[in-house]
């Protein structure tokens, strides 16, 4: 079946690196997500990553992922008081029929200055 | 350019009301989803629909219908407002060929 799971809570320094951890059970999705949700907003989307690859860097965001395990990851390098907000991995599917999107239940980051 | 826009961003209902989400989009996407967030959870998918003229369920479809109205307009109707239904309500919208969803910015609904 499908499910994504995640830490609830992480805590770290201004300038630290963040790094938000995520497993996910279905290895037959295509692309894995990482959105990012301020308080009272929506999802932004970060960044994303195709299921054959196993990094993809932007910025100050690198994402890997290593399909044996079925881990994804997300770092953010020189954490800011910016950054502190729910983070959403998720991962989606093509053998379904259907282009919906398997949410984990998020990690809330905060960053302390 | 808009993005993914919804309507109201709040609203209270009595149990036993009915009322309409909207949300529209102007990216020219085929796809579009209603979700519901409830505290310490993720997303979970209500209905979809995968291109103009066609709706499907989700994970949670109960105590709700949609209309795909056109390509831009997906709409949520709640005939008969429950307290479960106290959640914050995203529509997102995605390409044919992408699968990449873009969310607009949620309404809060509070059922008494």
């Known amino acids: 079946g499908e499910d994504v799971e995640q830490s609830l809570f992480l805590s770290v320094r201004e300038g630290d690196s963040s790094v938000i951890n995520c497993t996910y059970t279905d290895s037959s999705s295509t692309y894995l997500y990482w959105y990012k949700q301020e308080p009272g907003a929506g999802l932004q989307l970060l960044t994303y990553i195709f299921s054959n690859m196993d990094m993809k860097q932007d910025q100050r965001l690198t994402v890997l992922l290593n399909k044996k395990d079925k881990h994804l990851s997300l770092r953010i390098a020189d954490t800011q008081t910016g950054d502190s907000a729910i983070y959403f991995c998720?991962?989606?599917?093509?053998?379904?029929?259907?282009?919906?999107?398997?949410f984990g239940s998020g990690t809330r980051l905060q960053v302390q200055p | 350019n808009a993005g993914v826009t919804q309507t109201p961003k709040f609203q209270v209902l009595k149990t036993g009301q009915s009322m309409t989400l909207q949300c529209a989009q102007d990216?020219?996407?085929?796809?579009m989803y209603w979700y519901r967030q409830d505290p310490g959870m993720g997303l979970r998918l209500i209905y979809y629909s995968a291109s103009e003229g066609t709706t499907d369920k989700g994970e949670v479809p109960n105590g709700y219908n949609v209309s795909r109205l056109n390509k831009r307009e997906f709409s949520l109707r709640l005939e008969s407002a429950a307290p479960s239904q106290t959640s914050v309500y995203f529509c997102a919208s995605s390409g044919l060929v992408q699968e990449t969803q873009y969310f607009g910015p949620g309404t809060r609904l509070l059922v008494l």
């Open positions: 990216m020219n996407h085929n796809s």
């Open positions: 998720a991962e989606s599917f093509m053998d379904t029929g259907r282009r919906a999107l398997t």
